[in-house]
């Protein structure tokens, strides 16, 4: 019987963004199995959590970017050994290290989807993360 449930992968859900909000690289890191795959945002092929971390925090992750973001509702589905979240998110993202006039990312539309397991210690980890805009 597995110990995944709806209400533990939302839990799971709201770490993760606050991790990310948070600027916090090593909570990040840690909430992906160490086989984990990203599909960015923008991104055209998938690509490693670790890789994706890493980038996160090179881009975004310094004292002179604000992050807000948040999920919108969380559709959870069960499976025996893993579960999928679905859900809506915003994201914005505003860099003065990039210059006089800085940068901003304002993500209003956001979907992602995410597989968690569990590993050996019957933590919940993310397997895969799927990230995309919703076009208008």
């Known amino acids: 019987m597995s110990n995944i449930s ?3 992968v939302r839990a ?3 770490r993760y963004w606050t991790a990310f909000t948070g600027k916090s690289a090593d ?3 840690s909430m992906y199995a160490p086989y984990a795959m990203v599909f960015p945002t923008w991104a055209t092929r998938p690509e490693p959590a670790r890789l ?3 980038r996160r925090q090179r881009e975004y992750f310094n004292p002179k970017t604000s992050i807000t973001g948040y999920p919108g509702e969380i559709e959870v589905t069960l499976q025996d050994t893993t579960a999928v979240a679905v ?3 915003q994201l914005h993202i505003v860099n003065s290290e990039t210059g006089p006039r800085g940068t901003e990312s304002h ?3 956001g979907r992602a989807t995410q597989v968690f397991a569990l590993d050996h210690e019957g933590k919940l980890k993310i397997v895969h ?3 995309s805009v919703a076009r208008k």
Do not use: G, Q
């Open 12 to 14: 799971e859900v709201t």
């Open 107 to 109: 993500t209003l539309n």
């Open 87 to 89: 859900y809506t998110y």
């Open 52 to 54: 994706t971390v890493a």
């Open 129 to 131: 993360e799927h990230l």
């Open 27 to 29: 909570i990040m890191a």
């Open 6 to 8: 709806s209400e533990k």
